[in-house]
């Protein structure tokens, strides 16, 4: 493959697609639900959502089996008396913040994330994010971000939570790469390997794990992304003088191998060098692909909106896997950051922003594809149905960015299409099921 | 402002919704930013239903406050209506929309749909599931249902069962053929298994069957005074309490009580001689009050157990959760806060934890094996067999179920015989789970003990952890804490797992007691012999 030649691109990508945009009941999960994964990244770090039993609920629904001990992350629920003003909300947080921080002295930052409630009833957890960083420095820093449902969708409140940070971070003329957003762990390490063996750095990585490890930033610094879902945290970063390296985002073979060759550009890398770098890495990658892709191949895939990675994804099934997209749907495209995957992606699918979800479930149902990915709301009765499904939160829950993890990210979707064909047993309506064959919403 | 790391109970619209979506014909319209969403999956995931639950959410933005979520909520009632033509339509608000104040009954009052509109009132930041459930099911009843003709054969109707209650699909099966037994035909079971068509014929049955209290006496009281419909007070969980109820039934009906038994089989499970092992295990029990009520009876009554502990999340039913502890001796605990429902297992520490999914997995914290008596539950707790809890077949479901997780009659002597046994000793855990035995999974967090260091019983260094960790550490004395000798140490961690953290605790209590600063084998000894029973 020759990476920078212009031949790669298809004819025609999706840059220019006119996009359908839906504005209609959604069925995405809040920007609260980041907090799920990023409280296991930052390890000193607490979550504390001022909001309602609605949004501790979600927080644990989400979370499912995941129970700990003490988990970092909590919801300050409101009552009555906060919202009468009985109390004054201002200093009921105070308390509850001392409280949980005597409790747990390992906690060096502490989110007050806002949630629909505390953002109807006006509630300032800006000012109160001041106040307590002020009460609790230097051992304690206090942010503030938004996570409701109102402002947010999903993965976008790790999109506030780092944007939330870039203000603070120290400042530096150093030349510096930073990678923004929050891998798991064992991928992190792969990537450091990755930029390390190019002779790419110094690298420093936002949501670090520890707040001592938090980057600085400055007017010599470049950074990329890799996870499209950041377009907040990318227009802070800007606005510190940091420099954006766009690139497709690094899923599967080619989406790594674009994304490192962008920072390999910037650092003047030979061509030779990166090949001997990538070539074995590059190599594994293909053959696991190739595993999965002769159950996918061929076969036609429909996006419902729930993580923004799908346009990243949708151009991996289909250059990767020889997939079709019938219909890409995105809660939010941010055409900026995900050109470079929209370029790559054929032209054909639908593109829709936002969703009306039972007008979407009946385009779904007119174009019956193999594989539809989707929330955890819709997957099982869309199963039901006949359809075949891949729940959509397991993508942002999986280590899936770069090479070692393109095999993973294959079989992800393999699997479901794998197990259509093993189970040869046809599915009974049992009395908790209402027959299939209905539509999702329908009622008899 | 109170901080909850998790809770037991949801908002009261996810109580609502377990009503709408246990039945059919019904269409919940709940006012809603998208987030709230998730709920879905409690029912699509969790109980693995296959459709959508009948809720058309409004998802407003924040774009939308101010401007217009009064027409946007009307737009989504009239489009709902419109695809779903449904036999009732419920309307409310979820949490952020209580704030706004944009009155969907009023709102959906107005649109003049030609279905019954049913507004709810459930207010978000008072109360709970388990009322939105209960008042929801009132509601529809005040709305739909009316005295009427009684049928001439004896009927009865069965209420309070919801989609996501724990075994409600099969308890309400078990309890029909029940009551088939006695000669009586159910009219109706709702919510669950129920169209709004059903509720308005719910007069003509002679009396209710109340079995989920916490979800159904709103609509049972309300019946009783509408209909004269009466309800029954006993709630047939466990052996003892079957037998109540049918004569409960009797009573009402002028029936005859005497069933054909011949499937039941609990009694002699455990008055059959392996069952000796059973007697005198010490459990605890948590969970919604109508359960831990019925359990604790049948844990003493008809397994012979000792009650040590128990309470219940739910606060409305405080009143007869503290009566029923006091019978046992015990001070009921009611919390919905599970750190302190840990800390009281711990202090207890049992041989048994009966309890929810969160009693589930403080009982792995803390090495204490558990099994599951009530909502909420995982999906691991709808089992695609029928296992009720109710009724006989009920009573021998729970035999089963509470003994499994423990250890067999004899394995428990060869392990204590035997404790050294490389491939057979007590770390290995019951021979009959698989897997790789480590029951004392303590959670990656890390500073747990720093943590909770202050607040709990003396000799108790951590309430997660009644073994292995102190163990590493037992011979560090905090403040004047008797010491243990290597030794003695060693002697304790021949003493099988399930019974080390009392045999620690009690030596610890012993020689805090006896005034003894280090622990030696021969206090370890006297201490066993002190509290020999
Ligand atoms: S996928 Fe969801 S429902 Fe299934 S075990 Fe995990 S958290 Fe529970
Ligand atoms: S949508 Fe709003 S109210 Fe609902 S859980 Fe999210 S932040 Fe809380």
Redesign the interface.
């Known amino acids: 493959m020759s990476l920078d030649s212009p031949a790669l691109a298809p004819n025609r990508g999706c840059r220019d697609t006119p996009v359908l945009k839906e504005r ?10 980041g907090i799920i994964w990023l409280h296991r990244k930052m390890q000193d770090a607490f979550f ?1 959502v ?1 909001g ?7 927080l ?3 979370a ?2 995941m ?14 008396k ?2 009468a003003g009985l ?1 004054d ?1 201002n200093t ?2 105070d ?2 913040v001392a ?2 921080l005597t ?4 906690i060096k930052q502490l989110f007050l994330v806002g949630s ?2 505390s ?3 006006k509630l300032d957890l800006a000012r109160a994010a001041e106040r307590l960083s002020g009460l609790h420095a230097p051992h304690v820093r206090v942010y503030n971000y938004s996570g ?4 947010t ?1 999903f993965t976008q409140g790790e999109d506030a939570c780092l944007a939330a940070m870039v203000p603070t971070l120290a400042s530096t003329t150093a030349r510096e790469v930073l990678i923004i957003g929050a891998l798991p762990d064992v991928v992190e390490d792969q990537c450091l390997s990755l930029l390390a063996q190019l002779g790419i750095g110094p690298v420093r990585m936002l949501p670090a794990r520890r707040a001592a490890d938090l980057p600085a930033v400055g007017p010599q610094t470049v950074f990329a992304l890799v996870q499209p879902f950041l377009g907040d945290t990318h227009a802070a970063l800007i606005r510190r003088g940091a420099r954006h390296l766009p690139a497709a985002f690094p899923f599967g073979e080619e989406g790594t191998t674009l994304w490192l060759w962008a920072l390999a550009q910037e650092f003047g890398i030979s061509r030779d060098h990166f090949d001997a770098v990538t070539a074995a890495p590059r190599a594994r990658a293909r053959k696991a692909v190739a595993a999965h892709a002769e159950t996918l191949n061929g076969k036609s895939v429909f996006f419902f909106p729930d993580s923004q990675l799908e346009i990243p994804l949708a151009r991996f099934l289909a250059r990767e896997c020889g997939m079709t997209p019938l219909e890409v749907g995105t809660p939010f495209l941010h055409a900026a950051i995900t050109g470079p995957d929209l370029d790559l992606l054929p032209e054909g699918p639908v593109i829709s922003e936002g969703q009306d979800v ?1 007008r979407q479930l009946d385009r779904q149902h007119e174009a019956r594809p193999d594989l539809t990915i989707c ?7 869309l ?2 149905q006949g359809h075949t499904t891949k729940w959509a939160i397991e993508l942002v829950f999986t280590p899936v960015h770069f090479y070692e993890q393109a095999g993973d990210l294959a079989a992800l979707f393999s699997r479901p299409l794998r197990r259509k064909a093993l189970l040869t047993a046809p ?1 009974a309506c049992s ?4 027959g ?1 064959g ?1 539509s ?5 | 402002m109170k901080l909850t790391l998790w809770t037991y109970e949801g908002p009261p619209h996810v109580g609502a919704m377990r009503v709408a979506t246990g039945m059919t014909g019904l269409h919940y319209v709940l006012h809603a930013p998208q987030g709230d969403t998730y709920a879905d999956l409690l029912f699509t995931m969790i109980e693995r239903r296959n459709h959508r639950p009948p809720v058309t959410y409004t998802t407003f933005q924040a774009r939308d406050l101010g401007a217009d979520t009064a027409n946007l909520f009307k737009d989504a009632a009239r489009d709902a209506y419109t695809r779903f033509k449904p036999q009732a339509m419920i309307v409310g608000a979820s949490c952020t929309a209580e704030l706004i104040q944009d009155d969907p009954g009023g709102l959906a009052g107005a649109l003049d749909l030609p279905c019954p509109v049913i507004p709810l009132d459930l207010p978000s930041y008072q109360r709970k599931e388990n009322f939105g459930a209960d008042e929801t099911f009132h509601q529809l009843c005040r709305a739909l249902a009316r005295p009427m003709p009684r049928t001439e054969a004896i009927t009865c109707n069965i209420l309070g069962a919801t989609a996501l209650g724990f075994r409600h699909r099969d308890d309400v099966a078990e309890v029909t053929k029940l009551l088939g037994l006695m000669g009586i035909t159910v009219n109706v079971a709702a919510p669950l298994g129920s169209t709004p068509a059903d509720i308005a014929r719910m007069g003509q049955a002679h009396f209710n069957v109340l079995l989920y209290p916490e979800t159904g006496e709103g609509a049972a009281r309300w019946l009783e005074k509408t209909c004269g419909q009466p309800y029954t007070k006993v709630v047939p969980l466990g052996v003892g309490a079957t037998r109540d109820f049918l004569h409960e039934v009797a009573s009402l009906t002028g029936l005859s009580p005497k069933v054909d038994e011949s499937a039941l089989r609990l009694p002699w499970w455990s008055a059959s001689v392996d069952s000796t092992y059973l007697t005198g295990k010490r459990v605890f029990l948590f969970g919604d009050a109508t359960h831990v009520i019925a359990a604790a009876r049948i844990a003493a009554t008809e397994i012979g157990f000792e009650v040590v502990g128990m309470g219940c999340y739910n606060r409305e039913f405080a009143r007869p959760m503290r009566a029923a502890a006091k019978a046992y001796g015990l001070e009921a605990l009611i919390t919905d806060d599970y750190l302190e429902v840990e800390d009281a297992i711990a202090a207890a520490a049992p041989e048994l934890i009966l309890g929810t999914q969160q009693e589930r997995h403080i009982g792995k914290r803390l090495g204490i094996p558990c099994a599951v008596i009530s909502s909420p539950v995982h999906v691991q707790d709808f089992p695609a067999r029928y296992s009720p809890q109710m009724g006989f077949e009920g009573a021998n479901v729970i035999f089963d179920t509470w003994i499994h997780p423990l250890v067999m009659g004899l394995e428990e002597h060869l392990l204590t015989m035997f404790r050294e046994d490389f491939e057979f000793h007590s770390d290995a855990g019951p021979s009959h789970h698989g897997g790789k035995a480590d029951l004392r999974e303590v959670s990656d967090e890390a500073p747990l003990a720093s943590v909770a260091g202050g607040a709990l019983p003396p000799g108790f260094a951590s309430p997660r952890d009644i073994s292995e960790q102190i163990m590493a550490e037992a011979t560090v004395s905090p403040s004047g804490e008797p010491v243990w000798l290597p030794a003695a140490e060693r002697e304790l961690k021949k003493i099988p797992f399930f019974v080390r953290g009392k045999a620690k605790r009690n030596t610890e209590g012993y020689a805090r007691e006896k005034g003894v600063a280090e622990i030696s084998v021969e206090t370890l000894y006297e201490a066993k012999a002190h509290y020999a029973r």
Not at chain 1, 103 to 106: E, G, L, V
């Open positions: 209609g009941q959604r069925e995405v999960f809040c920007g609260l639900t504390l001022v309602s039993r609605t949004c501790a609920h979600l644990q629904s989400a499912g089996v129970i700990f001990a003490e988990p970092r992350f909590g919801t300050a629920i409101l009552e009555e906060d919202l109390a909300a009921e947080l308390r509850e409280r949980l409790r747990r002295p390992d629909c409630p953002e109807v009833i409701s449902g109102i402002e969708t039972d929330g955890l709301g819709l997957a099982n009765p199963e039901a599915i009395q908790i099921s209402r299939p209905q999702p919403g329908g009622q008899p």
